[in-house]
């Protein structure tokens, strides 16, 4: 049978501090109410001190530790981000350097809240050509460090978390099957972060305009998210011969609570196969779905079908198929 990649191990890290609707009410114009009704959201955690290497560090140091490997025995990590700790190097080699990954090599990986996925895609196919035999998948986001605490239809969404998966050859038919990744530059006016990098260098300006916070359009992002994320995951399901009966688990981008029912819907797929934990964390960007894993991972059964499915900036957006490894 042929080698595919496997998810062998998940962990995730969260800050202890915990940014409530309430606390929100006090900063901005908002309130509880509006925030849960058209969210899901109740909570996000924040990093007070620290970057995302750190939080990066705690879940795979966490991830080695569960799986029984030594740091020396990764082949590659691969980091989706877009709050790298600089702009470079890389928060990959940041992360290996503080855990003592010496044979690794690693790169960032920017696709907004679909990282994850692009990640994982990117991930395997180290495994299924047989070069690499570890490779991790980190994501991370300390979106805290690029809101704007005065702007109340973005502050409200995002919040600060990572997840890391550990990936390894499998050779009976569990692990990726599939993956479906697309993405639209042209939607790049509507979600953001005007300056900082080479078309916008950072100046007095760019910091007196704000320029350097996520912009975000939200009714525009909202229509292209409901209905892509909702298309890509009908797809692969079509594409691999699945019937909702055949899908265990929908894991997707916890952006809206309405986005993750549209999905879910779509695919035919009752409420309790859908991981869902937006009320705890908010959108912590690339950390949504391995977050997701982690926090549903003692009820996942050797052989679940489990379809990922993001949509975020870029636009990116796609859908991956995987037959969970281990009990
Ligand atoms: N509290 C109270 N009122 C608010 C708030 C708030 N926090 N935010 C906005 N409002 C107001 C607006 O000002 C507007 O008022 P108006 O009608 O007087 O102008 C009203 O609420 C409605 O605003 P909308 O933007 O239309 O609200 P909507 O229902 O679309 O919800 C949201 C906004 C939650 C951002 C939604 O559009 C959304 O989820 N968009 C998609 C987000 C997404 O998927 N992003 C991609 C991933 S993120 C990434 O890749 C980094």
């Known amino acids: 049978m042929k080698t595919t990649a496997a998810i062998t191990g998940v962990q995730g890290y969260l800050p202890d501090h915990i940014l409530s609707n309430e606390d929100l009410s006090k900063i901005v114009d908002t309130s509880d109410e509006w925030i849960t009704t058209r969210t899901g959201i109740k909570e996000r955690r924040i990093m007070k001190d620290g970057a995302s290497s750190d939080m990066g560090e705690h879940a795979v140091r966490g991830l080695l530790e569960k799986t029984g490997t030594s740091a020396e025995e990764i082949d590659l990590v691969i980091v989706a981000t877009v709050t790298p700790d600089y702009p470079f190097p890389s928060t990959a080699n940041v992360i290996c350097d503080k855990v003592g990954m010496k044979n690794a090599w690693g790169y960032d990986l920017i696709a907004a809240c679909s990282g994850f996925i692009y990640g994982l895609a990117t991930g395997a196919q180290f495994i299924e050509t047989g070069r690499y035999k570890k490779v991790i998948v980190v994501g991370v986001d300390k979106m805290s460090s690029i809101i704007d605490y005065q702007d109340r239809t973005t502050c409200v969404i995002f919040g600060d978390g990572c997840g890391a998966v550990m990936l390894e050859p499998d050779t009976e038919g569990?692990?990726?099957?599939?993956?479906?990744?697309?993405?639209?530059?042209?939607?790049?006016?509507?979600?953001?972060?005007?300056?900082?990098?080479?078309?916008?260098?950072?100046?007095?300006?760019?910091?007196?305009?704000?320029?350097?916070?996520?912009?975000?359009?939200?009714?525009?992002?909202?229509?292209?998210?409901?209905?892509?994320?909702?298309?890509?995951?009908?797809?692969?399901?079509?594409?691999?011969n699945l019937t909702s009966d055949d899908v265990d688990w929908l894991v997707p981008h916890q952006a809206n609570l309405r986005i993750i029912d549209a999905t879910a819907n779509r695919m035919g797929l009752s409420k309790e196969k859908v991981m869902i934990n937006i009320q705890k964390y908010g959108n912590t960007t690339a950390?949504?779905?391995?977050?997701?894993?982690?926090?549903?991972?003692?009820?996942?059964?050797?052989?679940?079908?489990?379809?990922?499915?993001?949509?975020?900036?870029?636009?990116?957006?796609?859908?991956?198929?995987?037959?969970?490894?281990?009990?």
């Open 287 to 327: 950390g949504t779905l391995p977050l997701c894993l982690w926090d549903y991972e003692k009820q996942l059964k050797k052989g679940d079908n489990i379809i990922l499915s993001a949509f975020g900036g870029g636009f990116t957006w796609g859908a991956v198929y995987l037959k969970w490894a281990y009990n």
């Open 174 to 240: 569990f692990g990726l099957q599939d993956f479906m990744l697309h993405s639209d530059g042209s939607g790049r006016q509507y979600l953001l972060q005007k300056a900082g990098g080479s078309a916008k260098p950072a100046s007095i300006e760019t910091v007196e305009a704000r320029e350097h916070y996520v912009h975000q359009e939200g009714k525009q992002v909202f229509k292209f998210a409901v209905t892509n994320m909702a298309d890509v995951s009908a797809a692969i399901m079509d594409k691999n």
